[in-house]
């Protein structure tokens, strides 16, 4: 019991939340808006369950496996390159002497959950009609809309996740619950964020993940300088800098979740599935 006690105490110590449910629903929503015509139509027709999905990693997020994937503390690595597999990170982490749940775990959530779409993809474009297989890619969407707009909440990836004190250090302010609520509060519609936005499938999954994470560690100061506006009896919703980085970092988070599911199914397409999986028997074994 002491145990667990101790386990608690430090996932809270390095907690991160996420935007909030609504708020994942509308980027999701606004990412399956700026897919191309040729992409799968059950993919974008299912929009409802990729929607629905996408909340679903905060709902296990205090499961000790699935926690350090919703943060990236990167200062702790003191600018070292991030290797490409969760592996190779772990084995720096050691050479480092850094806990690697302190560090997190979300870009290569990002990047995993990205081929296992992929892997969900490349099963549709052998089975098309297969039922489960459609389900499963739109599930497997959600969890990398999740991850991916995750990464573009700039205060994810700080050791100053939920503040800073005058003294230079974190300090829980409760600015990160506020921010993870703005895309909801603010009631921004899909069709709003994703105006104008063309995504395109990238060549370097690592490497847009690394550049997007690199891109949201810009907005780290302009989003703890909101803190002045988001205090309680303050009306923050018609401040021009809460929309400015509301509007842009929902922007962001659509176009990068777009990118990730073209980039999917660009990848599915070059992926050969094992020779004893045949999807049109197998689902039939045990049935009477």
Same mark, same amino acid.
């Given at each position: 019991m002491k145990r667990l006690a101790i386990v608690l105490v430090l996932l809270m110590a390095t907690s991160a939340s996420a935007w909030w449910p609504r708020g994942h629903g509308v980027l999701t929503r606004a990412a399956i808006e700026i897919l191309p015509s040729d992409f799968p139509v059950f993919m974008t027709s299912g929009v409802g369950? /990729?929607?629905h999905s996408a909340v679903d990693p905060d709902l296990r997020k205090w499961i000790a496996a699935e926690h350090p994937l919703h943060y990236f503390n990167a200062e702790l690595l003191e600018g070292k390159t991030l290797p490409e597999s969760r592996f190779e990170f772990g084995r720096l982490c050691a050479s480092e002497d850094i806990k690697l749940e302190r560090?997190? @775990? @979300?870009?290569?959530?990002?990047?995993? +959950?990205?081929?296992?779409l992929a892997y969900a993809l490349a099963e549709y474009r052998k089975w098309p009609e297969h039922p489960? %297989?459609?389900?499963?890619? *739109?599930? +497997?969407? $959600? /969890?990398?809309?999740?991850?991916?707009?995750? *990464?573009?909440?700039?205060?994810?990836l700080t050791i100053f996740w939920n503040g800073r004190g005058e003294d230079g250090k974190p300090k829980n302010t409760r600015i990160h619950e506020n921010i993870d $609520? @703005?895309?909801?509060? @603010?009631?921004?519609?899909?069709? %709003? /964020?994703?105006?104008?936005?063309?995504?395109?499938?990238?060549? +370097?999954?690592? $490497?847009a993940v690394v550049e997007t994470m690199s891109g949201s560690r810009?907005? %780290?100061?302009?989003a703890l300088a909101l803190e002045k506006f988001l205090k309680k009896g303050v009306d923050y919703k018609s401040e021009e800098a809460v929309q400015e980085f509301t509007i842009q970092q929902a922007r962001a988070a659509a176009e990068f979740t777009a990118t990730l599911y073209l980039t999917a199914w660009k990848q599915s397409a070059s992926i050969k599935l094992p020779g004893w999986i045949d999807r049109g028997k197998m689902d039939h074994f045990g049935r009477p």
């Open positions: 369950v /990729i929607a560090v997190g @775990l @979300l870009p290569y959530a990002v990047a995993e +959950s990205t081929e296992q489960y %297989i459609q389900d499963k890619c *739109l599930v +497997s969407a $959600g /969890i990398v809309a999740h991850y991916a707009q995750e *990464l573009c909440q700039p205060l994810n $609520g @703005l895309i909801q509060n @603010l009631e921004l519609k899909p069709a %709003i /964020i994703a105006a104008d936005l063309k995504p395109e499938a990238v060549d +370097s999954l690592m $490497g810009k907005h %780290i100061e302009q």
